[in-house]
């Protein structure tokens, strides 16, 4: 077992260059499935997620080979319909189902798990698919979908704007016969990169206004070279440990467009930062004030800034709120925080003004800090990447050292933390134990 250590106490401070978007790159890998031709991805994060997505890649019959960060993939043939990995039950192999389909007309994708943020469960996929002409058996061990007459377009109209669901079924929509309109679906930056990526490949994709997609079918899709953009959700890990710790830092290759939510909070709880050519600069040059904050789907505040921010709230003066809306069950790790110090209280009700799932319902979904509280190295078991990160941010502010397990989550998730945070001065090493 591989352990971090982490001496905390220390405002750090430097530049750090963001990795491309794990959200953007792996489901960039599964469209290359989608062609027989070549497809080149620059810019891609070397972490587990990318590992366990090039293992799907190779056992459906995919080459792929690799020049620093440029990924080349090809799927001349799909040898193999059963996507079942060896290293990791994962969720981006359902996303495999709609290039399976149109490839071969079958596939097999196992029962998949995530991280421990609460039920994700996959049955808006096998909707969305069901709706499209699939026809899918669910089993002990997963599920089988065949496509007896093709995948066909429809109207879909998502009852929540789902990430996943949205990336099925554009996947599936790109190839089907016909037009496909997706009602209230995502519109994440990653998944327009995806569009975008798709519509170099061939696709005819049209983004309407009130999360609305118009997807035609077309007959074939053709190889392409794209670059996978810098990743967000790294950038607001960056910035948070330059505002916990009372630092500054460089985010070298943060893109504006994708933060600006992120950035408002920022200045309104009277941090700093400035857009800067190449990237964004965060610090903390003053006493940071309590908020009250609502994550949304995009354009909100996003889910996964959420737990990295919260460690900054500790440290902020007076109270603060913060309300989830995206998943019931994602402050699970505000228990080790308390643990280390943090003044954290959960809720059942919705704390918030946004229109909320689980209203109602028996889920601990607002939390309400009160700071600035001194936080004291503790012993740190890692359940989730951003809970993860989340919790390496706390032990930077600690005093005294921190001993984090379960860092493969975090493995997953960043390239080269360890590595970028000693660049910016951070008293950390990982320990195999």
Known sequence: METFHIQGGKALRGEVELSGAKNAA???MIASLL????????????????????????IVGGETSWSDHTLTIRVPLI????????????????????????????????????????????????????RMGAVIEQTPDGYRATTPKGLKGVVLSLPYPSVGATESAILAA?????????????????????????????????????????????ERLHGCRVRVMPDPL?????????????????????????????????????????????????AAPRPLAGIKIETDTWPGFRTDWQQPFVVVLTQ??????????????????????????????LFHECLGELPCRFRGMNFRHSAVINGPKILEAAPVVVTDIRAGLALVVAALVAEGESVLSGIEHLDRGYERLEEKLKGLGADICRVSE
């Open 79 to 130: 040898a193999q319909t059963e996507v079942v990995t060896q290293t990791r039950k994962n969720r981006i192999s359902v996303l495999a189902i709609p290039p399976l389909l149109h490839r071969v007309g079958e596939a097999f994708v196992p029962v998949v798990v995530g991280d421990q943020i609460g039920p994700r469960p996959v049955n808006w996929h096998i909707d969305v698919l069901s």
């Open 234 to 282: 790294e950038a607001v890990s960056y910035a948070c440990i330059a505002l916990a710790t009372k630092g500054e830092v460089f985010v070298k290759g943060a893109v504006h467009d994708h933060l600006i939510p992120f950035l408002n909070t920022v200045r309104r709880i009277g941090g700093a930062y400035e857009v800067r050519e190449g990237g964004v600069w965060f």
């Open 35 to 58: 062609t027989d031709e070549t497809v080149v991805l620059e810019n891609m994060p070397q972490q587990q997620e990318t590992v366990i997505t090039e293992e799907i890649l190779k």
């Open 316 to 345: 902020a003066q007076g109270t603060s709120v913060v309300h989830e809306t995206v998943f019931e069950e994602r402050f699970g790790y505000t228990d080790t925080l308390c643990q280390m110090g943090a003044d954290i209280t």
């Open 174 to 218: 790109v190839l089907a016969k016909g037009r496909t309109v997706i009602e209230n679906a995502a519109i994440e930056p990653e998944i327009i990169e995806l569009i975008k990526m798709l519509q170099n490949m061939g696709g005819i994709i049209e983004l309407g206004v009130n999360r609305r997609i118009e997807i035609i079918g077309v």
């Open 26 to 28: 792996s489901k960039m």
